[in-house]
């Protein structure tokens, strides 16, 4: 089947998930996609496995019922909790979660000079219940290096409220809460990353384990640089979707064609278009409000 008769479901627990839609736009800019964000049961990073496992699988059948040829899980939680129940409930079509190609892209960022002079840490930021699970750990820990993961819980609330860089206001009042926003935003990640890189004093590199943290990208270089850590970061987003580019031989876009995209919600369809073009980098069309049930 050639990219542009290919339909691609992405799912994530809410719209964070975009993230990675956004590169596969980029990598994979023919295909047709479908973006089921779960909204109506996010956050599933405090969730537990069986609860995130039913969650995604009800999600999986969705995207399937609804055409999907192959199926991204933008979610590093429902992926590094749920990616056998997913693949199970979708098969025969072929499944892709984050957390082996982000886990694949860090060792490759990694030159075996630096591997074998000890500077073969990683340094794992995600949610608490991705944390738990280890799947970052266990697969960077296959691919020869080691890992220090630290959940970052208070993350995805800062970037659902839009707490991020303060932008430029003209009202005076807005500007000053803007920049408390941002200020606080940086104390949060300040102590995060204080904390995690005193765990992992030999990490040069930094794996974003979660959809929000892309958002969050340009506060942690400079919370890094000002911790005298300048790590190098990478982002599991952009190596999926050069992974799924690389599965259906792909060539690389320099920018993304017209998309070809249908958005599924299972709640807050406003907030999610208000809030989603943060993530996609281009505005949004008609979301969908659909019920997975329990
Ligand atoms: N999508 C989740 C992840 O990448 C973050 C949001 C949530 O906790 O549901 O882990």
Redesign the pocket.
């Known amino acids: 089947m050639t990219a542009d008769s290919l339909t691609i479901g992405v799912f ?3 719209f ?2 975009l993230t990675v839609l956004r590169a596969l736009l980029a990598h994979v800019p023919a295909a047709n996609y479908l973006y089921l964000g779960d909204t109506a049961r ?5 969730k537990s496995r069986e609860t995130v496992a039913r969650y995604a699988e009800s999600a999986t059948r969705f995207l399937i019922e609804q055409g999907a040829d192959l199926l991204v899980i ?5 992926t ?1 909790l749920a990616l056998p129940e997913m693949r199970t409930a979708s098969a025969p079509v072929p499944v892709f979660g ?1 957390v082996q190609p982000g886990a694949e892209a860090a060792r490759a960022a990694i030159s075996l000079g630096q591997r074998s002079n000890g500077a073969a840490e990683v340094l794992v930021l ?2 608490a ?2 944390v738990h699970s280890h799947a970052y750990l266990h697969a960077l820990t296959d691919l020869g290096l080691t890992a220090t993961e630290k959940a970052c819980p208070l993350l ?1 609330p800062l970037v659902e409220e839009g707490w991020l860089s303060a932008a430029a206001h003209p009202d005076p009042v807005a500007r000053e809460a803007a920049n408390l926003r941002e200020a606080v935003t940086l104390q949060i990640l300040r102590i995060y990353l204080t904390e995690a890189l005193s765990d992992a004093p030999h990490a040069r590199t930094l794996l974003l ?4 943290y892309p958002l969050l990208r340009a506060e942690i270089e400079q919370t890094l640089a000002a911790l005298g850590r300048p790590l190098r970061i990478i982002d599991s987003a952009a190596a999926t979707a050069q992974a799924v580019a690389v599965h259906l031989r792909c060539a690389p876009v320099a920018s993304a064609a017209t998309p070809r995209c249908t958005f599924y919600a299972t709640d807050s369809v406003e907030k999610f278009q208000r809030l989603g073009p943060h993530f996609l980098g281009q505005p949004l069309p008609h979301v969908h409000l659909i019920d997975l049930g329990g």
């Open positions: 994530d627990s809410g964070g998930g996010l956050p599933y990073g405090s933008a979610c590093n939680t429902a590094a984050v995600a949610t219940a991705t995805v384990g979660c959809t929000h």
